[in-house]
T-cell receptor
Framework: DTAVSQTPKYLVTQMGNDKSIKCEQN?????MYWYKQDSKKFLKIMFS???????INETVPNRFSPKSPDKAHLNLHINSLELGDSAVYFC??????????????FGPGTRLLVL | KQEVTQIPAALSVPEGENLVLNCSFT??????LQWFRQDPGKGLTSLLL?????REQTSGRLNASLDKSSGRSTLYIAASQPGDSATYLC????????????FGQGTTLQVKP
């Protein structure tokens, strides 16, 4: 049973395209996150949602738009893809209010390559 | 601004050795610290979470310590095995009580049989 799943696992696309990455968790958690891991393996938080409400919104281009249809899903839509968007995108979840006491559980990642 | 640094960036040891991975952070006003493991092409697996009021946590052959005042944490791996080969990431929760994790760049460990 996969706790946090992401689709697709790999995504290769052309500059200027619009693409979406989906994330689902079956842990019953209330908070979900998106992280970006760049080519230097540096992981940085992008967004987090608690019960469909945005609670963390780091400084990312507005071409990135998260959407949470329900608390078990957090999707990431990227408009007008650029070469610099190539990275591994990780989804994560935690049990309740996104507080610092909680362990975060990560998905397997989506490897995005923009050509 | 909180920054997390991990030293060394890479480490290669023979099987059976005990080893220590280091993590330092610039702002001692952290809530908690978490150690993760990342296998190539895979996601992150949480190993240990140390509350800010704790000094260490243990899980099997792993022991993590936290010294907030000096801005340091160490991950001790006893009797290393080839299956321990992975990248180990340290992350701190910032001073605001949110789930915002700030990561170091990791230490890539290779344990040779």
């Amino acid at each position: 049973d996969t706790a946090v799943s992401q689709t697709p696992k790999y995504l290769v696309t052309q500059m200027g395209n619009d693409k979406s990455i989906k994330c689902e968790q079956n842990l019953g958690h209330d908070t979900m996150y998106w992280y970006k891991q760049d080519s230097k393996k540096f992981l940085k938080i992008m967004f987090s949602y608690n019960n469909k409400e945005l609670i963390i919104n780091e400084t990312v281009p507005n071409r990135f738009s998260p959407k949470s249809p329900d608390k078990a899903h957090l999707n990431l839509h990227i408009n007008s893809l650029e070469l610099g968007d190539s990275a591994v995108y990780f989804c994560a979840s935690s049990r309740s209010g996104g507080r610092a006491q909680e362990t975060q559980y990560f998905g397997p990642g989506t490897r995005l390559l923009v050509l | 601004k909180q920054e997390v640094t991990q030293i060394p960036a890479a480490l290669s040891v023979p099987e059976g050795e005990n080893l220590v991975l280091n993590c330092s952070f610039t702002d001692s006003a952290i809530y908690n610290l978490q150690w993760f493991r990342q296998d190539p092409g895979k996601g992150l697996t949480s190993l240990l979470l140390i509350q800010s009021s704790q000094r260490e946590q243990t899980s099997g052959r792993l022991n993590a310590s936290l010294d907030k005042s000096s801005g340091r944490s160490t991950l001790y791996i006893a009797a290393s095995q080839p299956g321990d080969s992975a990248t180990y990431l340290c992350a701190v929760y910032g001073s605001s009580n949110t789930g915002k994790l700030i990561f170091g760049q990791g230490t890539t460990l290779q344990v040779k049989p």
